[in-house]
């Protein structure tokens, strides 16, 4: 499986995975961070696609996924906790995208999709409103 390098979205690199099922991907911790990108990512309108990528963004620099990684003690006292963790940051990633203007591309593409189910993410019209509530 070949991975494409793409533009940097706020320091952060982009790779093209063909192989990714989903829109998109933040993966790594620390300094080797990056946001990959996938097949159904060139399907989307390019307002949607800037919103993705500084939602990917967020996760990165807010640091989502160490503050996972030091939290994964939780699977075994409280798992709920640790998924409230999951869905906060996904929120918190969409706001990141939402206050630097893409707020709209992310409230368009999740009105096309579909929840997805076993996730560590809120429900869409959960995102949907916050967004367009301004939270």
């Known amino acids: 499986m070949t ?3 793409l533009a940097p979205c706020l ?12 829109i998109s991907d933040s993966r790594g911790i620390w300094r080797w961070k990056k946001i990959v990108i996938g097949p159904n990512f060139a399907k989307l309108s ?3 696609q800037g919103a993705v990528l500084l939602h990917e963004a967020g996760h990165c ?10 939290m994964t003690w939780l699977v075994l006292v409280n798992p709920e906790k640790l998924l409230r963790l999951c869905i906060n940051q996904e929120y918190e990633a969409d ?11 992310l409230v368009k593409l999740f ?3 579909e ?9 869409l ?11």
């Not at 320091?11 to 989903?22: A, E, F, R, S, T």
């Not at 620099?61 to 030091?70: A, V, W």
Request: overall charge positive; proline content about 5%.
């Open 3 to 5: 991975k494409h390098a």
């Open 11 to 22: 320091g952060i690199p982009v790779v093209y995975d063909p192989g990714l099922k989903n």
């Open 46 to 48: 390019e307002r949607e």
């Open 61 to 70: 620099l807010l640091r989502h996924l160490e503050k996972r990684l030091t």
């Open 95 to 105: 706001q990141f995208a939402a206050v630097r203007g893409y707020g709209d591309g």
């Open 111 to 113: 009105c096309r999709m």
């Open 115 to 123: 929840n997805a189910d076993g996730t560590f993410h809120p429900e």
């Open 125 to 135: 019209s959960s995102r949907i409103a916050r967004l367009q509530k301004g939270d």
